[in-house]
């Protein structure tokens, strides 16, 4: 797809980010919640995995309000993240050091989105697509809101017991 406009790079990037929430639904949080041992990162993934489910619904709204086709586009970023986790899952051993891991991973992940919701906002704004940029704001809290959340985890208990684990072996 050429772009030519603003409107172009909004609905590029929108379905950019469509496919990579549809993925992280049906494969990427899914995977990391199995992999995960700390129960507050079980927890917080299994809470994002719901609000990613809201995310793609959102983003249908989004494309129906911006009379876009809601449809996919592949996104080597986001596949290249994915592809992290499942290095991580496979190269650690230690479930401690593992959930560290996926933290970093999941961090990864939200600030990629995080830069992707930030820029369709403003694009949303520019375009005069208000009630699109009320909903990708959302979205975009609740992305921040993920990723302080994973960091909080990180630092109170996860990375601990990961230390934990070095001193022990």
Do not use: W
């Not at 995960?36 to 983003?59: D, F, I, K, Y």
């Not at 009379?67 to 190269?91: I, P, Q, R, S, W």
Request: aromatic share 4%.
């Amino acid at each position: 797809m050429q772009i030519n406009n603003l409107r172009d790079l909004f609905e590029k990037e929108l379905r950019y980010i469509y496919d990579c929430e549809q993925k992280l639904v049906k494969k990427g949080l899914p995977t990391m919640i199995e992999n995960s041992t700390s129960p507050e990162l079980r927890s917080a993934l299994e809470q994002h995995l719901q609000e990613t489910g809201r995310h793609v619904e959102r983003l249908e709204r989004v494309f129906s309000s911006a009379g876009a086709d809601a449809k996919t586009e592949g996104n080597d970023v986001f596949d290249e993240l994915a592809d992290a986790v499942k290095d991580t899952v496979g190269k650690i051993d230690s479930p401690s050091l593992r959930d560290a891991a996926l933290i970093m991973d999941g961090n990864k992940v939200e600030h990629y989105e995080m830069a992707v919701y930030g820029s369709l906002v403003s694009f949303a704004q520019q375009l005069g697509l208000q009630d699109a940029a009320q909903v990708l704001q959302q979205t975009l809290d609740e992305e921040k809101a993920a990723d302080a959340k994973l960091t909080q985890i990180a630092e109170t208990a996860v990375n601990r017991r990961a230390t934990q684990d070095l001193r022990a072996a």
